[in-house]
């Protein structure tokens, strides 16, 4: 460990950001979610859901985003909540853990959400 007035090493510089990275990204998902739980990203080649079923219907689209976001914040603010329950000795591990298999989860319910909707909305049922 350092004493006062010493330079950090490579190694402790990157564990620090690593640490505060980690602790950002329930944050920053839930930033990112909020124009798409309100609708206000079109199609676009960068930002958003972006699967064979959002791209073939502007309708799909929307409502795949609004639920993906509507997903995304509730991982995110459980990531907030960990951050400020955990010890700071498992917190990056279980952050890892939490973001890892919420976003895989995230990815296929919604993928086959998507799915389903383009399908319904082609057959002309209702959906969601």
Not at 34 to 55: D, K, Q
Not at 57 to 77: E, Q, T
């Amino acid at each position: 460990m350092p004493g006062a007035g010493s330079v950090l090493g490579a190694s402790e510089v990157w564990g620090e950001l690593h640490f505060a990275c980690m602790e950002a990204i329930g944050p920053i998902i839930v930033l990112l979610s909020i124009p798409l739980l309100f609708r206000w990203i079109p199609r676009n080649p960068v930002y958003g859901f972006r699967v064979a079923a959002t791209l073939a219907d502007a309708s799909v689209w929307y409502d795949a985003n609004a639920l993906v976001a509507r997903h995304m914040i509730a991982l995110g603010l459980l990531m907030v909540a960990l951050e400020l329950t955990l010890p700071v000795s498992m917190r990056i591990i279980v952050l890892r853990v939490v973001a890892v298999i919420g976003l895989a989860v995230v990815i296929v319910v919604d993928w086959r959400a998507a799915n389903r909707l383009l399908r319904d909305r082609r057959l002309g049922r209702p959906s969601l």
